[in-house]
């Protein structure tokens, strides 16, 4: 995507076009060539912006970023040969221009938090804040192994949940290949065969032959039909608004429902934990994770925040606003005690893993059956179907 940027270069002011995925991309590419940028815009619409988000994230590999930079501050280098160095070997254009802009914010003294902080797209403000206890306590590479640990056990969350669902969205497309070509090649070879002999079929063998008919005559005209569905059901799916309310249905699902309840506090107690064990106050690091809870447990999070500051036990107040089940609140008050909240929660987090685990591996074990049965009784249909009128004829015969 083409984007046209009004830049300064000392007092020259000028237009620049630069290509780019999105607008925080063209800015940084062009911040890395030394311009201050005044303006951007795109120069052409183009198909992709119906599924580009205004505020689309660069493409910046945090997860890799901390890796690395822990591996070389351990190795003895300075923080800013460490960023030099990342920047030197990086290949990808937006990743470079954006360690570039961290590089030159350190050559101007500032922070490396402060540094992060001005580019709010790539850097979280969980990330920033992360940094910046770990800058005033002086322990950086505790602070960057705590977050590649915790973004490990994240990521092994989502892949676990990926990986259970290949198998059903396989046997939902070799199912859904398997009727298209019934439908499309071997239906209408019945149909010829059907109208040649003139025979009275059953009204439901006369739908199905239609159906055969129309995907072997009219095969292009359906197939763009069924790609323009797709692609309006991604629009759709793909707005916030819609999102939400279908996440709010999704939510009302008994079993789903409680599924998801532990899933967003197993992120909750995780992401609090590690900025507890990160030097940040608990309140401040509650106001922090409250963008990961969905807006019911955000308000009730509010709750919490608001009893914890007038001096009540944090485990009493969770408790409370339903922000904990029976095993975690016994945690808490465990954590309390010793003095350990950080790591307490920490261990509560990967007991929601633990759990949530469990739940993907009986629900898969459970869809995959039911979609083996549902996509046969699918086939099986269109083959009786199919072969009913030859069903009838041969008991006319007898």
């Given at each position: 995507?083409?984007?046209?940027?009004?830049?300064?270069?000392?007092?020259?002011?000028?237009?620049?076009?630069?290509?780019?995925?999105?607008?925080?991309?063209?800015?940084?590419?062009?911040?890395?060539?030394?311009?201050?940028?005044?303006?951007?815009?795109?120069?052409?619409?183009?198909?992709?912006?119906?599924?580009?988000?205004?505020?689309?994230?660069?493409?910046?590999?945090?997860?890799?970023?901390?890796?690395?930079?822990?591996?070389?501050?351990?190795?003895?280098?300075?923080?800013?040969?460490?960023?030099?160095?990342?920047?030197?070997?990086?290949?990808?254009?937006?990743?470079?221009?954006?360690?570039?802009?961290?590089?030159?914010?350190?050559?101007?003294?500032?922070?490396?938090?402060?540094?992060?902080?001005?580019?709010?797209?790539?850097?979280?403000?969980?990330?920033?804040?992360?940094?910046?206890?770990?800058?005033?306590?002086?322990?950086?590479?505790?602070?960057?192994?705590?977050?590649?640990?915790?973004?490990?056990?994240?990521?092994?969350?989502?892949?676990?949940?990926?990986?259970?669902?290949?198998?059903?969205?396989?046997?939902?497309?070799?199912?859904?290949?398997?009727?298209?070509?019934?439908?499309?090649?071997?239906?209408?070879?019945?149909?010829?065969?059907?109208?040649?002999?003139?025979?009275?079929?059953?009204?439901?063998?006369?739908?199905?032959?239609?159906?055969?008919?129309?995907?072997?005559e009219h095969g292009k005209e359906?197939?763009?039909?069924?790609?323009?569905?797709?692609?309006?059901?991604?629009?759709?799916?793909?707005?916030?608004?819609?999102?939400?309310?279908?996440?709010?249905?999704?939510?009302?699902?008994?079993?789903?429902?409680?599924?998801?309840?532990?899933?967003?506090?197993?992120?909750?107690?995780r992401t609090l934990g590690m900025?507890?064990?990160?030097?940040?106050?608990?309140?401040?690091?509650?106001?922090?994770?409250?963008?990961?809870?969905?807006?019911?447990?955000?308000?009730?999070?509010?709750?919490?925040?608001?009893?914890v500051r007038e001096g009540k036990?944090?485990?009493?107040?969770?408790?409370?606003?339903?922000?904990?089940?029976?095993?975690?609140?016994?945690?808490?008050?465990?954590?309390?005690?010793?003095?350990?909240?950080?790591?307490?929660?920490?261990?509560?987090?990967?007991?929601?893993?633990?759990?949530?685990?469990?739940?993907?591996?009986?629900?898969?074990?459970?869809?995959?059956?039911?979609?083996?049965?549902?996509?046969?009784?699918?086939?099986?249909?269109?083959?009786?179907?199919?072969?009913?009128?030859?069903?009838?004829?041969?008991?006319?015969?007898?």
């Amino acid at each position: 995507m083409k984007f046209e940027l009004k830049v300064a270069m000392g007092e020259a002011i000028s237009m620049l076009a630069l290509e780019a995925s999105t607008a925080v991309q063209a800015r940084l590419l062009a911040e890395s060539q030394g311009f201050s940028v005044l303006a951007v815009k795109s120069a052409g619409w183009s198909f992709q912006h119906l599924f580009t988000h205004p505020l689309a994230k660069p493409k910046f590999n945090l997860m890799l970023f901390s890796q690395e930079l822990l591996a070389l501050l351990e190795s003895g280098l300075s923080l800013v040969e460490a960023i030099d160095a990342l920047a030197e070997k990086e290949q990808q254009a937006e990743s470079k221009a954006i360690l570039k802009q961290v590089m030159v914010a350190l050559f101007e003294g500032l922070p490396l938090s402060t540094a992060l902080e001005q580019m709010p797209q790539v850097f979280s403000p969980l990330y920033v804040a992360l940094i910046r206890a770990s800058e005033r306590t002086g322990d950086m590479v505790q602070a960057l192994a705590r977050h590649v640990t915790y973004q490990t056990q994240i990521d092994a969350v989502r892949k676990k949940i990926i990986s259970a669902s290949i198998y059903p969205v396989l046997l939902i497309i070799v199912g859904g290949l398997v009727v298209v070509f019934l439908l499309g090649y071997v239906v209408p070879k019945f149909s010829t065969i059907y109208e040649s002999t003139g025979a009275n079929l059953p009204w439901m063998s006369q739908l199905l032959l239609s159906w055969g008919r129309l995907l072997q005559e009219h095969g292009k005209e359906v197939l763009l039909v069924f790609v323009a569905g797709v692609a309006l059901l991604v629009f759709t799916v793909s707005r916030p608004a819609i999102r939400a309310a279908m996440m709010r249905n999704i939510w009302q699902i008994p079993a789903l429902g409680n599924t998801l309840h532990i899933y967003q506090l197993a992120r909750f107690y995780r992401t609090l934990g590690m900025l507890l064990r990160g030097g940040i106050p608990l309140v401040t690091a509650m106001g922090m994770v409250s963008s990961l809870l969905k807006p019911e447990l955000r308000s009730s999070l509010e709750k919490v925040t608001h009893d914890v500051r007038e001096g009540k036990p944090m485990s009493s107040a969770m408790e409370q606003h339903g922000m904990t089940t029976a095993i975690s609140i016994r945690m808490l008050r465990v954590g309390e005690r010793s003095g350990q909240m950080g790591e307490m929660m920490e261990r509560i987090g990967a007991f929601y893993d633990e759990e949530i685990g469990r739940a993907v591996e009986w629900f898969t074990k459970l869809l995959e059956p039911l979609l083996m049965i549902v996509i046969g009784l699918i086939v099986g249909l269109v083959v009786v179907l199919m072969y009913m009128p030859i069903f009838e004829l041969a008991g006319s015969v007898q």
